[in-house]
């Protein structure tokens, strides 16, 4: 294990810090309260006390549905149900309740733990609040916690289809995770700050680093690009966690015009790729950030690769860390060479993940300890990774392939682009062609940003369509959902752009 220990899980580590530090912040949410160690320890085992009081079973799964404002009650339940030898299933109280219902009757759950104005779907499981089972009963509880045993599912963000659950193990979790003080990351911060939402990968790898960090995680209940930057400025954030979707809207917002962002030292993206321009940017609005993108996924957690944003190589996600792996498989199956396009697996020295009951598409995805990324890149000489595109979203145009993210990066170098997204439409000669639906922050015509492109894309890559559009069509994550972008570039009737 790097920096960890192979047998340590999430419940003994919170057990740890709460004797070593009971009154110490771990989780901040702004507006609503502050959970110590203590707090956090002594109500999490109260509520896995009442999980087998009420003859919850070993290994069942426990649905957690909370608002955002609920990352306090989502840590306590979180906890609990792991410590009671169960299964978590976060989910978001943004989601629809069809995607709830869809989530909670998948896999099975036997209980709803939900936030207090939440309204969990009628399924087939007995539901209660944290604080409805929190009677105080404090004596320590760990049933069945034991590092291959299965801890948490989380459910895929559903952009290329049904959402799909991902089962973790307790050894999978605390990867990298040490109880010694001194190996404990972020130590330059005294906060790290995240607006992530609950459910989301990301948001539960928040939940990991509060944990095992130096810092108290700071989140608040709904992310805005000025409550974001306030909160680093009132709190002096030294770390910074965001999602592309939120660079953009903090860069567009011009927060660095109003707000003190000296305090952070590093700034890290993750969940999508970070474009160029939006990564030079971040690196002004920051002047003393490190600016750092994390390349991983859902099924590949926590194999990821990390890049320090470098002018050099502005469009690379970088390299494995943590002693993970990474390779490039071509089409007849063999390893690529250097500057060869091909599939893009990640590999962890954790115990991997999994499909929930799904061994058909976990056998197709997860192979030997590798993850396949549903990716298209290559590697450089030195081994950094360059992604083309997703596999699903590659344009087929003619005799010629055509890379959405691309696309999109010379969009964003215009300066009057906010926003882009690029997906293929159908064409009667070529097949499929590009189009991009763009956002705008000041006034530019479709010849202007034309012309603007030509200079950057080659023909084949030049959008058929360009479309300004008030907002992209998001999910609850901030991912752009390309179906529904699809539908909205679709040929207009009368042929024109």
Known sequence: MVNGDDRLTLPDLLARRAQEQPDSPALVVAEVGTLSFDAWDRRSNAVARALIDHGLPSGHRVGL?????????????????????????????????????????????????????????????????????????????????????????????????????????????????????????????????????????????????????????????????????????????????????????????????????????????????????????????????????????????????????????????????????????AADGRRAKAGERGEVWLRSPAGTRSYYRDRRLSDDIFRDGWVRMGDVGYLDEDGYLYLVDRESDVIKSGAHKVSTLQVEAALYEHPSVAEAAVVGVPHPVLGRVTAAAVVTRSPVTTADLRTFLMDRLARHELPSRLLFVPELPKNHLGKVVKSRLRDLLGPPADGST
């Open 65 to 329: 549905l909370f608002d955002e404002r609920d990352w306090i009650d989502l840590a306590v339940a979180w906890c609990a149900v792991m410590r009671a030898g169960c299964v978590a299933v976060p989910l978001s109280g943004r989601l629809a309740p069809a995607e709830v219902r869809h989530a909670l009757t998948d896999c099975s759950v036997s209980a709803v733990l939900h936030g207090a104005g939440v309204d969990p779907p009628d399924v087939n499981a007995w539901r209660a609040t944290p604080a409805e089972l929190d009677q105080g009963d404090e004596g320590p509880v760990r049933r069945d916690v034991f590092p291959g045993g299965l801890a948490q599912i989380i459910y895929t963000s559903g952009t290329t289809g049904r959402a799909k659950g991902v089962g973790a193990t307790h050894a999978n979790l605390a990867y990298g995770v040490s109880a010694e003080p001194r190996r404990r990351t972020l130590l330059h911060s005294r906060h790290f700050l995240h607006a992530f939402p609950i459910g989301s990968n990301a948001g539960q790898t928040m939940l990991v680093n509060s944990l095992g960090a130096r810092p108290a995680a700071l989140t608040l209940p709904r992310f805005t690009p000025a409550r974001f930057a306030r909160l680093i400025e009132s709190y002096g954030a030294g770390t910074v966690f965001v999602v592309p979707a939120m660079a953009i809207e903090l860069l567009n917002a011009r927060v660095q015009e109003r707000h003190d962002l000296w305090s952070v030292r590093l700034l890290g993206s993750t969940a999508a790729s970070l474009p160029p321009a939006v990564a030079a940017g971040m690196a002004k609005a920051f002047p003393k950030a490190t600016i750092v993108n994390y390349y991983t996924s859902t099924e590949a957690a926590p194999a990821q690769t990390v890049m320090i944003v470098d002018p050099a190589r502005p469009a690379s996600v970088g390299r494995p860390s943590s002693g993970g792996d990474l390779k490039i498989v």
